[in-house]
């Protein structure tokens, strides 16, 4: 019970300041003062006046690995997620072992990334992604533990590309997710995963909240990011993705 005592604290603490520099945060107290109040407050008004309401998309063609998929999802929340890692889906027949959606149920904050990655086993990004990943949701005071993570494909493609035949139906599949989900604040990082919620990449999604609605009148604010495994080898947009995070910590109309 209680924290965990094995916990390094000091290395964890070093990490997230780390990110935090890499990010371009390079003083904790700066010596003129910021207006946070009225810029917050901006920010409300921009959202309230120029909304970005993303309204179901008709079902796309697919090409013929995604025959086997029923078009009738599962409206419950368990047996969707059953589903999902089971041989109705547009990837079973892709090899390699599905990895699940994580995360607490009814978690207000979901991640969507675009698949595995090559050196995951048990849970999605591990490795060096997850790493970098872990200090992102640090920064921001959060953990795998208080989110939901999922993905567009549950299993990784040969090519480490979600195929443009099945796109379509993935995104459907994605969104459906989301639906069930119903989390206050969902983070696509990744174009495959932009593409999938918000029909556009990440270059043209970023700085503004998208607004997902759901049939039961429940309603998502979407924020697009760069996935980690791009921060990887692109440091210098590590400052783009720290304000992403800022704005995704940010107030929420709802």
Known sequence: MGADQNLDWAASAASVLEWWHDAGVDVSVGDEGFAW??????????????????????????????????????????????????????????????????????????VFVDCPERDDRDLLMEGDVGRLFERMLAAIGRSRA?????SVCVRRPTTGRVP???EARLGEIARHHVSLAAPKRLLVMGDAASRAILSMNVADARGRFHTLNHKDGTVTQVVASHHPRFLLDRAAAKSEAWKDLLMLTGDVER
């Open 164 to 166: 443009r035949d099945v």
């Open 37 to 110: 109040l009225e810029t917050a407050a901006r920010q409300a008004e921009a959202r309230r006046s120029a909304p970005v309401p993303i309204e179901p998309r008709l079902p796309g063609r697919v090409g013929h690995a995604a025959a086997i998929v029923d078009d009738a999802l599962p409206a419950d929340h368990d047996a969707f997620t059953a589903w999902r890692i089971g041989d109705a889906t547009p990837e079973a027949r892709w090899g390699g072992a599905a990895i699940a959606a994580s995360g607490p149920p009814g978690a207000d904050l979901m």
């Open 146 to 150: 208080d989110i939901g993570l999922a």
